[in-house]
């Protein structure tokens, strides 16, 4: 039965089932949990620590339809919420996966072709500077609209926002491990190593050009 299970979650159906349902969970306890959970008036996002977590783990295009189902789902639950803050979930995480996701394997072999030591950061290290750059961005998008609406800015605003980034980042260091072991997310330190061990064995064109 274990087996059976197990067999099940590395299928393609079983992982995208999965996925599903964890990035639903995470919405359920960001709206029904999480308001409880304030420092300073300021409640952490599980919907950031989610997508950077699938920007990371799973790339740009299952993060962009994750942010894109958050949105929608928003506007469906809160009409009242402003269509612009609706709109940078799916946006922001493309930014995100452009900085952050896995390069591919045809762009590594293409820098090494060109004598410049590259590869994939850590996944452990990626996911919560990610999750900082994207509520950091978030906020400063969302400070931006209140200014063009009229509200003066002061140090509150800057205050809280400012706050709601670090408290995202270090919910997100907490809770990427069971996160990533619920998504079959694993840190397979022997590849790395042999990605290393690949690396410094290219050998490198005198002058820097081929």
């Not at 609406?149 to 997100?172: E, F, K, P, S, Y």
Request: net charge positive; with cysteine; charged share 15%.
């Amino acid at each position: 039965m274990r087996e059976t299970m197990h067999r099940f979650a590395r299928s393609f159906v079983g992982r995208n089932l999965i996925m599903t349902a964890v990035c639903a969970l995470a919405y359920l306890l960001q709206v029904s949990v999480m308001p409880y959970i304030s420092i300073g008036g300021v409640t952490p996002s599980l919907l950031w620590i989610m997508l950077a977590i699938m920007v990371v783990g799973f790339g740009k295009n299952r993060s962009f339809w994750c942010g894109a189902m958050y949105g929608i789902v928003l506007q469906s639950v809160m009409p009242t919420t402003s269509i612009v803050s609706l709109m940078m979930y799916p946006l922001i995480t493309i930014v995100a996966g452009l900085l952050f996701a896995d390069k591919s394997h045809q762009q590594l072999e293409q820098r090494r072709a060109q004598g410049r030591s590259d590869r994939n950061a850590s996944p452990l290290l990626r996911t919560p500077v990610c999750c900082a750059v994207m509520t950091f961005l978030y906020n400063v998008v969302n400070i931006s609209y209140i200014y063009l609406r009229g509200t003066d800015v002061t140090g509150d605003h800057l205050m809280r926002g400012l706050l709601h980034m670090v408290l995202t980042t270090l919910l997100c260091l907490l809770l990427m491990f069971p996160i990533r072991y619920l998504l079959g997310l694993r840190y397979n330190r022997l590849e790395r190593k042999q990605a290393v061990k690949y690396e410094n064995a290219v050998p490198k064109p005198k002058g820097g050009r081929i």
